[in-house]
């Protein structure tokens, strides 16, 4: 009898020994247990360890309600003044998974600064800024959109234009809120060098999340911000100023609206319900095509390249940067060429303060300085309402753009432009032009046309000379 309760006691502690230690983590408890001698508070770790498909499934809810936790905490911190911030936070950032982290810390960073001081104007009157080149109707249509809304319409157009291209986003949206940061009066005045792109990148130094970002996106920001009103092919900067210059034409285009209804209702007059040219915003600079044009006609001779001190098409000095720009041909709805012909012809063999504008040869070409070009396009867009070319004067990449498209449909539809002496590819070249005295002139740029377009014969345009106009002697380009 007491050998059977022995051998019944001994089966039950066995049975309940192999039903405790039956799973994965308590087998590695036996095992650990015939190795060394652990305390109970130990084994009761490996006790409490989870296991299983259940357990996976605890850890991604814990994770998921961390995050939403998170998110809730961010949401309740967002606090703007500014109803064109909050929009723009809601739709384009809050619910964004690559704005998490150190992204979403630099946007909200720049969107703090712009609420707080972006109510100033968009364009500035400074030294150093392109911007006060713009003619004053312009740059007073234009003073009329504040900082902050130009910043908002040019981040929205950038993250458009990129559509699904999650990766690229955030920094398309820090450059485009960062881009005219150095407007701000009270950082304008904090530096001395006039130049909002150079500004506008110090205060991006300042924020401390920024400089966690990896120093080749800090590079690209950099680049884009300082060069967007200059020539480059670096894809964040062609995408922020094809921003900068589509937000530009529809601010001109809204405000210029504005400012005829504002007339009618003071002369008590009914409002004109589609004003001519300026409904819609940007039809006027549809891409085509784009070109990759030298600034000048080059050779295999590097001591032929156009040095600084040397003045370029639009009389500004040369600076030492990129031999090629990037030149896109444009629609432009306003352009006559018949028109644009009829309004060079005065310039022809006209001295003004002593200079001249154009000047014919005997040879039966009629060469423009390419400024001249310039200034009948601006002439004939203003008069028909088509204000938005007139930002070319601050910004050179779109002047060339639209002076290239002029030129190539002269060429193409008109034959005007004498192709023996300017490739397709260009719409002007430096000449040299040697006077009787022996003297030559070797700055200016110029585009050079066939006679036929602007007279009968070319004696009549000759029978126009004055003064020195009738020493010169030759024309040859300048490289060959």
């Given at each position: 009898?007491?050998?059977?309760?022995?051998?019944?006691?001994?089966?039950?502690?066995?049975?309940?020994l192999?039903?405790?230690?039956?799973?994965?983590?308590?087998?590695?408890?036996?095992?650990?247990?015939?190795?060394e001698k652990?305390?109970?508070?130990?084994?009761?770790?490996?006790?409490?360890?989870?296991?299983?498909?259940?357990?996976?499934?605890?850890q991604?809810?814990?994770?998921?309600?961390?995050?939403?936790?998170?998110?809730?905490?961010?949401?309740?911190?967002?606090?703007?003044?500014?109803?064109?911030?909050?929009?723009?936070?809601l739709?384009y950032?809050?619910?964004?998974?690559?704005?998490?982290g150190?992204?979403?810390?630099?946007?909200?960073?720049?969107?703090?600064?712009?609420?707080?001081?972006?109510?100033?104007?968009?364009?500035?009157?400074?030294?150093?800024?392109?911007?006060g080149?713009?003619?004053?109707?312009?740059?007073?249509?234009?003073?009329?959109t504040?900082?902050?809304?130009?910043?908002?319409n040019?981040?929205?157009?950038?993250v458009?234009?990129?559509?699904s291209?999650?990766?690229?986003?955030?920094?398309?949206?820090?450059?485009?809120?960062?881009?005219?940061?150095?407007?701000?009066?009270s950082?304008?005045?904090?530096?001395?060098?006039?130049d909002?792109?150079?500004?506008?990148?110090?205060?991006?130094?300042?924020?401390?999340a920024?400089?966690?970002?990896p120093d080749?996106?800090?590079?690209?920001?950099?680049?884009?911000?300082?060069?967007?009103?200059?020539n480059?092919d670096?894809f964040?900067?062609?995408?922020?100023?094809?921003?900068d210059?589509?937000?530009?034409?529809?601010?001109?285009a809204?405000?210029?609206?504005?400012?005829?209804?504002?007339a009618?209702a003071?002369s008590?007059?009914?409002?004109?319900?589609?004003?001519?040219?300026?409904?819609?915003p940007?039809?006027d600079v549809?891409?085509?095509e784009?070109y990759i044009?030298?600034?000048?006609?080059?050779?295999?001779?590097?001591?032929?390249?156009?040095k600084?001190?040397?003045?370029d098409?639009?009389?500004?000095?040369?600076?030492?940067?990129k031999?090629?720009v990037?030149?896109?041909?444009?629609?432009?709805?306003?352009l006559?060429?018949?028109?644009?012909?009829?309004?060079?012809?005065?310039?022809?063999?006209?001295?003004?303060?002593?200079?001249?504008?154009?000047?014919?040869?005997?040879?039966?070409?009629?060469?423009?300085?390419?400024?001249?070009?310039?200034?009948?396009?601006k002439?004939?867009?203003?008069?028909?309402?088509?204000k938005?070319?007139l930002?070319?004067?601050?910004?050179?990449?779109l002047?060339?753009?639209?002076?290239?498209?002029?030129?190539?449909?002269?060429?193409t539809?008109k034959?005007?432009?004498?192709?023996?002496?300017?490739?397709?590819?260009?719409?002007?070249?430096?000449?040299?032009?040697?006077?009787?005295?022996?003297?030559?002139?070797?700055?200016g740029?110029?585009t050079?046309?066939?006679?036929?377009?602007?007279?009968?014969?070319?004696?009549e345009?000759?029978?126009?000379?004055?003064?020195?106009?009738?020493?010169?002697?030759?024309v040859?380009?300048?490289?060959?």
């Amino acid at each position: 009898m007491r050998l059977f309760l022995l051998i019944a006691g001994i089966s039950c502690i066995l049975y309940a020994l192999y039903g405790l230690f039956s799973n994965k983590s308590h087998k590695t408890a036996i095992t650990l247990l015939k190795r060394e001698k652990i305390t109970l508070k130990e084994l009761s770790k490996l006790w409490l360890e989870p296991t299983g498909e259940d357990s996976g499934n605890e850890q991604t809810e814990k994770k998921e309600t961390a995050n939403l936790e998170e998110k809730k905490t961010e949401e309740i911190q967002i606090s703007y003044q500014h109803q064109e911030i909050r929009d723009f936070y809601l739709i384009y950032i809050a619910d964004k998974h690559y704005f998490l982290g150190v992204n979403g810390k630099i946007v909200r960073e720049l969107l703090n600064i712009l609420d707080q001081g972006g109510d100033c104007p968009s364009v500035v009157n400074t030294f150093n800024e392109d911007e006060g080149k713009l003619p004053k109707d312009v740059y007073d249509i234009l003073a009329r959109t504040s900082l902050l809304q130009h910043t908002m319409n040019v981040a929205e157009k950038m993250v458009e234009s990129l559509g699904s291209s999650g990766p690229v986003i955030p920094k398309a949206v820090i450059t485009a809120l960062a881009h005219d940061l150095g407007k701000i009066p009270s950082y304008s005045k904090t530096y001395s060098t006039g130049d909002h792109p150079l500004i506008s990148i110090g205060i991006l130094n300042q924020i401390a999340a920024f400089t966690a970002l990896p120093d080749k996106d800090k590079d690209e920001i950099f680049k884009a911000i300082k060069d967007h009103h200059r020539n480059s092919d670096e894809f964040l900067c062609v995408k922020l100023k094809e921003a900068d210059q589509a937000s530009r034409r529809k601010e001109l285009a809204e405000n210029s609206k504005n400012i005829i209804r504002n007339a009618d209702a003071e002369s008590n007059k009914e409002p004109l319900n589609e004003p001519v040219s300026l409904e819609t915003p940007t039809p006027d600079v549809n891409v085509k095509e784009t070109y990759i044009i030298p600034h000048y006609v080059s050779t295999k001779d590097e001591n032929t390249k156009k040095k600084p001190g040397d003045t370029d098409i639009f009389g500004s000095q040369v600076k030492p940067e990129k031999e090629k720009v990037n030149i896109t041909e444009q629609d432009l709805p306003w352009l006559d060429l018949d028109e644009f012909i009829g309004e060079l012809n005065p310039y022809i063999n006209r001295l003004n303060g002593g200079r001249w504008d154009a000047f014919s040869m005997s040879s039966g070409y009629v060469y423009f300085q390419v400024k001249i070009l310039w200034e009948v396009a601006k002439k004939i867009a203003r008069k028909k309402d088509h204000k938005e070319v007139l930002l070319g004067d601050a910004d050179e990449g779109l002047r060339r753009n639209i002076l290239f498209s002029i030129v190539s449909r002269l060429r193409t539809d008109k034959d005007a432009i004498a192709r023996g002496l300017i490739k397709d590819e260009f719409f002007g070249a430096p000449f040299v032009v040697r006077m009787r005295d022996g003297k030559e002139f070797d700055k200016g740029y110029y585009t050079p046309f066939v006679a036929e377009v602007f007279a009968g014969t070319v004696s009549e345009l000759e029978a126009r000379k004055v003064g020195k106009l009738k020493d010169i002697v030759e024309v040859n380009p300048k490289y060959e």
